[in-house]
């Protein structure tokens, strides 16, 4: 069995050891234009496995250094792009960034805060004032679907009110919906999805029994 820890060490770590055996494969190609057509493939492997370097205007050009980098510059194709000779060292995989974004309350979502805090940021008047209802009525929808024994609408206030910083208040006419009807309209919901899905495993199941009934006649 042989290990990684045995191998020559990957220039280009991004592209994994299989391209690595690609390029010494396409070296020991006699002919000259299956040779040139295999380099071809190869970059084309490689933007296939690192994505994002498409975001790039001139990416072909950058995984063709690459592909010369990783070769040791021993390839001898016919290369679209001035060739750079440059040592860049040994690439590895660029770490993946994980978002620290802290959510206050999870049950609400990272949406819903970004809204508030888009609706506090607008100038006072009757659309912020509307836009505020309407959160207000949103954030006690995604509490009883996060609790469904109960909610106390001081509560959703009082969080409105922290996920704002203190800059959005519901006017004094302002009255929530009713919570039991609510909750219907969540059953209500849950319900038409069921049956939907139930309907659509329904018809699977009978075209599948149609085509097996149809394959043994």
Known sequence: MEYNTQRETLKIADYGRNVMKLIDYA???????????????IVDVMAHLNPKIKERTDYRHILWDHLM??????????????VSREETGV????????????IRYPHY???LEELVKAVAEMPEGSERTLLTCQLAHVMKRQYLQWNRNTVDDALIVEQLGELSGGRLHLPPTFRFHDTKEILDAIASGQNKKENGEGKKRKKKKKKNNNNNNNGQL
């Open 109 to 111: 979502g990272r949406t």
């Open 91 to 102: 690439f590895h995989p660029h770490p993946i960034a994980y978002s620290d974004h802290h």
């Open 69 to 82: 980098m990783m070769a040791d510059h021993q390839l001898d194709v016919d290369c679209p792009y001035p």
């Open 27 to 41: 070296r020991q190609i006699a002919d000259r234009d299956e040779r040139n057509q295999m380099a071809s493939t």
